[in-house]
Nanobody, 128 residues
Framework: QSRLVESGGGLVQPGGSLRLSCAAS????????IGWFRQAPGKEREGVSC????????YYADSVKGRFTISRDNAKNTVYLQMNSLKPEDTALYYC?????????????????????WGQGTQVTVSS
């Protein structure tokens, strides 16, 4: 069964760090743009960061720019989201998505559309 699986979430204090992983199972990520999205209770799902298939371009939402870094290791079939200087407002369920047809990383992060693949999510809670 082809799917994306997120991991790495947890409870962290403000100012702390977490690294999320998005691993592909049953298919190769080589040709997919990958995006990280998050959804807090009562809010819409929003794009956090998206990366091109080669890793050569990336997009970050203004709210995470300078704090989060997206990267990919196609040999490991995995995309990462390094999250530093975490804030309580970063608390959300984090999802990764993959798509081959979307035109750009900016377009992918702009909408939580029905992309080719969505993971089940990993919870990130930032609290003291």
């Amino acid at each position: 069964q082809s799917r994306l699986v997120e991991s790495g979430g947890g409870l962290v204090q403000p100012g702390g760090s977490l690294r999320l992983s998005c691993a592909a199972s049953g298919f190769t990520l080589d040709y997919y743009k990958i995006g990280w999205f998050r959804q807090a209770p009562g809010k819409e799902r929003e794009g956090v960061s998206c990366i091109s298939s080669s890793g050569g371009s990336a997009y970050y939402a203004d709210s995470v720019k300078g704090r989060f870094t997206i990267s990919r290791d196609n040999a490991k079939n995995t995309v990462y989201l390094q999250m530093n200087s975490l804030k309580p407002e970063d608390t959300a369920l984090y999802y990764c998505a993959g798509d081959t047809a979307i035109s750009s990383v900016e377009a992918m992060c702009a909408h939580a559309a029905p992309y080719d693949y969505w993971g089940q999510g990993t919870q990130v809670t930032v609290s003291s």
